[in-house]
């Protein structure tokens, strides 16, 4: 029990292999703001109720999948005593030069032991969600599609949970708020350094380094239905939904953008306190914890990744 | 910007005239669960999705309002601390034992400027919310009336905001996430130590150690809704809504219990990072800023205290 | 019980002080679409989900209100059937011709005791709700502002209610669904023509053929929250609400339009049926009938009328 | 286009294998409220906001599925009508005596083509909704489960839909409100005798006079949600849902009682009116129409019929 240095998920960086399609989704149909392209032509997204510059980058690629997830840290100090923690745990790290992710200060990049790259950084320029800080309205009018508030966490598959869970845990102060279990074998961890249910969450996966899907909050079930609603008048690609996870209580659907990487909306998750007994779901029971209603996993669901 | 050791609201003693009336609004109306009741004759409650053992404490008395509001902070040693500190800040402090609420640890008792008392303590016993660590359902059946899920939070009245903002951000590390202000003259502070967004507010007025409401959380604004029809049915006292606030975002409704102290169900806030921008309202707003939908105070609102 | 001709509220034709404001409330923050403009200056617009080609006539005027409103009946022969009904009843009709209202059939015109003019007709050019009737989407992408579905009803004031409901009950063949009554004088009545709680409704009123409010239909009860939001996000002038009607269950918030028409949206009445008793609300149960919530008047809604 | 003397679907009789343990499904989950239970053993069962006595009936047999639907009509001299003018049409009917079903006035019985009774009557003894008809509160405390507020239509399963739709809207004076075809052949049909979408629905199929499902009106997108985790909760054999339907707009969820009968909790259709035009499906877009957001259909949903 122990309170993290960590804020919350800042960005992911995602591969895409046609950009304007992936815009057109992200934009358009999650209804995230473009916010600028960069000279790679790298193209920054954010959630409206966002603060921060950007919280989604896409980048045209060859293949889908994610290069990495960042997280912003507290301070600067902070950042500092995060990297030489991880020295010290046994984790290289490289210093990312501020500006090389447009308008993002300085990122301590380190792996996983299931091969995925995560940032820290303590800066990201100030954009505002568009409503000012003096008698603000409570939401902005004009806001596309889904109406996605804001990037909320990955689901990443990769070989070595456990050593994954003990850095996150150990050095990075994150919670273990629900794990799926075969005995004591684990399947899948959720994680916290938040009050927010999971922060980012894996699955135990033969290949590493691979990623399952990046989500996004919305407001309440009615969202979530009328963002089923727009997948289906937009012939976007269904994963499964509208239903509810056992893991975390979210209400939520999963669909795959043109690339086929997966993205959730979801919203209504539980509140999480550091002093909180984690939740066990065991495997027997693993249909229940991840779609509550169906009771049994699809088959994309395990194996669909990018 | 830092992060605070307090985890958050843990319980609200209420002083109230006819304890079995009480009970029933609190149990039956509202959804709390009845838990225990002491040698005194205190009555223990909780949300039904609270983990630990009570989260309200009923106590029959000759007048109403709130004897003292209490936080959980994350460990012992934190406990420790912060009673240093409060000290060295010059706020004196006591020590109530062990027992002396059933079921809860010792507890460190300061009294804000604003003259409310304020509990600290690192342990109380754990009850569960009834669904278990293992394979939990979302939510329990047969709870009754408005189903609130947890006390979130109490609103106070008392003259030195600025001392009790200044003392709950400089050692208790809360961060102020809004405020209402006729220039420099702040009217009405809400402070957080969590991701929510506000754990406790305070508004300006005369009378010293005075009790606005207390807050519980519910799940939706369909559920505003049917706390709304209740209200009627059974001919608890309205003070207004259903409605949102402009501060925090929060959909909500208030009510008085027999005795006279106001309560509020509510859902929906926003989430709260240290790294944000407090939310300023200006005093020609401050309609707006609490009724959102009105635009005006009632006089209930700003008048009826206990 | 009997089963009426009249199919449902066609239109109403409300008077506006200034056409454009009235345009920019009507269209941007209603949500209706406008359709075209006349000879005369007048504006039409319809709900999105209406067939017909409109259900709102704008009319430039130097003081607001109500026109006539126009209820579509089952066909010609009924039409004609139904005038030779009122003439019998001792009602006088008129023939207004057909594209008098641009788009419209021919109109029979009768003045109800209360003072308000009432058109029948059986023909108005079809329209579409833009989903087509093959293979349609299960609504509209992109409409404004509160996203009215239709045009719902009126609530007129007048002096002789009973005399107003015996034409409409015994000639038209509509139901009373709901009044209120001190003993066994009608202070207000609701009635329908169809399985909604209600089509037109009344209250008495010394002053003849006054119009409190047209009513539209929205989704759900969170779309009244976010018409409320809308509402004060747009400045517009709020008589009351979000809130619930005793009568008819409806949620509700109600409004002015800028001339001072009083607008209401709303949703989730019940199902009528013919053989169903009427309700009955007491004089003393006025406050609770209309506004289930506060149980009590306020004095604009009494007494605001255009 | 023309209007129905018939008011609504009355009540379906249900072949249950455990008597017991159907009642506790409609009674505990779906939340009906058990009645009376007749000489034969029969359990008469209604939605908590239906008026007259009963509207399901369970009968303990060997197999499951439907022994008749039955529909209210307006008057004892609609049923003499409607029995005359089916006779004339060719349809054999038979006189079921009042009693025969507890509190019923006496039934005309005919068969569909598709080989499924129908029975219409004009009179059952009145219970309520047990809010009474003066000053009521807009719904009931203490309802189960997942408060079905009434029965609300059946999906039948039998060879010759055109015969079936033709002795429905000629004779019944239903309206075909939408329609599945590839070409010129019919393989869905929806009808309705009132301002619903739905009133009764016919699926082609070899065999006739299966019984696909009954469905209850519940009243939010958040209860079909509350529904489903019901469903898990009692470990209840779940078919598809919380979806969508293309046909109709419903929000829905689909599962079986213990014998196997599918039963249906939706809500949210549209407004029929008799003057709009059918809306037509076509083959290749089957599944949207069923499952808009699936956009395909489970075998489940085809093939399993009682």
């Given at each position: ?48 109720d ?39 745990y046994g ?31 303590a800066?990201k ?13 409570p ?28 850095v ?37 996966h033969?290949?590493?380094n ?20 727009i ?26 953008d ?6 959730e ?26 779609f ?15």
């Amino acid at each position: 029990m122990a309170q993290s240095p960590v804020l919350r998920p800042g960005h992911v960086v995602l591969r895409v292999l046609d950009l304007e399609a992936a815009v057109v989704h992200y934009r358009d149909r999650l209804g995230l703001q473009e916010i600028e392209r960069d000279g790679q032509g790298r193209v920054y997204l954010k959630g409206w109720d966002e603060q921060d510059w950007f919280s989604v980058v896409l980048r045209e690629a060859d293949r889908p999948g994610m290069d990495s997830m960042a997280f912003k840290v507290i301070s600067a100090a902070a950042l500092d005593s995060l990297e030489k923690d991880l020295n010290a745990y046994g984790c290289k790290t490289a210093r990312l030069a501020a500006g090389e992710l447009s308008h993002c200060g300085e990122r301590v990049r380190f792996t996983l032991p299931t091969g995925h790259a995560i940032d820290l950084y303590a800066q990201k320029d100030y954009m505002g969600n568009g409503l000012g800080r003096v008698n603000p309205d409570p939401w902005l009018e004009g806001i596309k599609g889904m109406q996605a508030q804001r990037f909320d966490h990955c689901l990443l598959y990769g070989a070595d949970l456990d050593a994954t869970i003990k850095v996150l845990t150990e050095v990075l102060k994150f919670d273990l708020t629900e794990k799926v279990v075969d005995g004591d074998f684990v399947i899948a961890a959720f994680l916290s350094c938040s009050n927010k249910a999971h922060d980012i969450a894996f699955v135990r996966h033969a290949e590493d380094n691979k990623f399952h899907h990046a989500s996004f909050l919305i407001g309440t079930w009615e969202e979530v239905l009328r963002a089923a609603d727009i997948i289906s008048m937009h012939e976007i690609s269904l994963d499964l939904g509208p239903t509810r996870h056992g893991i975390t209580r979210g209400r939520t659907i999963y669909f795959f953008d043109p690339s086929g990487n997966r993205n959730e909306v979801f919203c209504g998750d539980y509140t999480w306190y550091p002093d909180h007994q984690p939740i066990t779901w065991t495997a027997d029971q693993i249909g229940r914890a991840i779609f509550y209603h169906d009771r049994k996993l699809n088959e994309n669901f395990l194996n669909v990744v990018t």
